[in-house]
């Protein structure tokens, strides 16, 4: 169980460095949106978000999803290179489809309908369509375990975004539109520089019974995801018909401080257990291994969301370049973090859905609790706002998470440490509610009152005996090694080493 657990740690590493420049990049990006875009344009710039990711659901027809599955169901290298050329000729014609089907849509909305939207979305609907061509290959390196690989490609496309972007709005002084030319150029050279590995990866065998079998599979998630993902950012459309894009902006400013636990944890460490997952799901269960997992996660997920809640004021002055306008999506926040939380918690509970194949289940629990999400949106936002989009967000996730922990258990059974998951819950939410009814003194003072927080809720953990004698002895152990500043290079690479 330790060299799993090492294995993971050591890749969640990897990525996070990864989403760590991704989130950085947009420490650089949106003070720099913030200086030519009106509050509006922001919030504009965020259904865009939204209309990329639904376009990222409709693409691949749920031939990724197959493929992860697939996988390590090939035995040989040859019937491995096989599958990825199979997928990835699948994903040209899809994308292409997609991206066509998705510009229809956007010229016919009448909140895209803005001056010079026709180049604007053309824009958006190419850079799109890059980006998805490199997809596949990202998830072909993570299934082989190569994150610093993964990583590096990742990081040069964020280097290029930032680049371009500055040079379209800093220099060309293009406005709205600089934004998706910055990102066509970027993702297109991306594209180019990942078209070799592309070429390597390919055994021209076209499996097409194989092919068949991944769209049975992952056509019911993709499906489910697109409708799914139009219920969720429905509380985006829905705040701005009841109230203005304004609000959608403080909401998506919230989000985007929010997604931090996403980019930093969350995603990290659900993709490098994802794919340790499929790696070993035909060898013999490792119950005690699956039980630490969600615990550890839990801990992580936490303590990560109490410290960004704590400086969530900081955070959106950072990023917005100063502009106090949006200080209104602070309440917002812990909301969307619990949120995020039992989305994360979902995710774990639905590998032994995805095991099984029983993907038509895990499409009728989204879709279900998505349409339920959609009437909260209906019934909350009217009268409360971006807080009460938050609420029912939190609210569908817990209720998702409940239903994929009732059908999994069908399979696995695990018993997880659900006295630990409860007390670093009822913590969590404790620790992160305190921070709005401590008065406000000056900087320093405030900044010792919030570490003083966060250390008493490290305390509390002890207190509580979150962790076993075992763990305590690690945890000493893992202090001695990094907390000499001089060996910090050599522990890093040592994360290398088998």
Known sequence: MLNKLRQLFKESVFYGIGNFI?????????????????????????????????????????????????????KTRQDRQALFFTTYIFNVASN??????????????????????????????????FRLLYDVPFIMLRLQQKAFKQTSYQSLNIILTILFTFYQLEVEN??????YIGQLMANSLTFLITLPLIIKSCHIKFKGHLL????????????????????????????EAYYSLEAVGSYSVATKVTNLLQVLIMGTFITSYTYQYYKTMSEDD??????????YFMLFMVLAGIIITAFAKEIIFVIMAGKTEYYDAIPVIPFLMIGLIFSGMQQIFRLPLTKAKLTKLISVITISVGALNVGLNFLIIPRFGKEGAAMTTALSQLIAAACFLYQSRKIEGTQ???????????????????????????????????????????ACLFLFNFFEPIEKTRIKQAWAKWNK????????????QK
């Open 96 to 129: 292409s489809i997609g991206v066509f089907l998705t510009a229809i849509i956007l010229f016919n909305l009448n909140v895209f309908d803005t001056e010079g939207s026709e180049r604007i979305i053309t824009f958006f609907c190419l850079s799109g369509l």
């Open 22 to 74: 991704t989130k950085a990049s947009g420490l650089i990006l949106l003070p720099l949106y913030s200086r030519y875009l009106g509050k509006d344009e922001i919030g504009l710039m965020m259904l865009y978000e939204s209309a990329f990711l639904f376009l990222m659901t409709i693409a691949a027809w749920g031939t990724k999803s197959g493929f992860t599955r697939w996988y390590y169901e090939m």
């Open 174 to 179: 293009n406005g709205f539109k600089g934004i």
């Open 485 to 496: 500043p001089k060996d910090i290079i050599a522990n890093i690479k040592s994360l290398n």
């Open 212 to 239: 068949k079998e991944m769209i049975n599979y992952g056509y019911p998630l993709a499906i489910s995801n697109v409708l799914t993902h139009l219920l969720v950012i429905s509380d985006r459309y829905i705040l």
């Open 286 to 295: 490792s119950s005690r291994y699956h039980i630490k997992i969600l615990s």
């Open 416 to 458: 997880y440490e659900w006295r630990k998951i409860t007390t670093i819950l009822l913590l969590g939410v404790i620790f992160c509610s305190s921070y709005f009814h401590i008065p406000n003194f000056n900087f320093v003072m405030d900044v010792l009152i919030r570490i003083v927080i966060i250390g008493l809720f490290i």
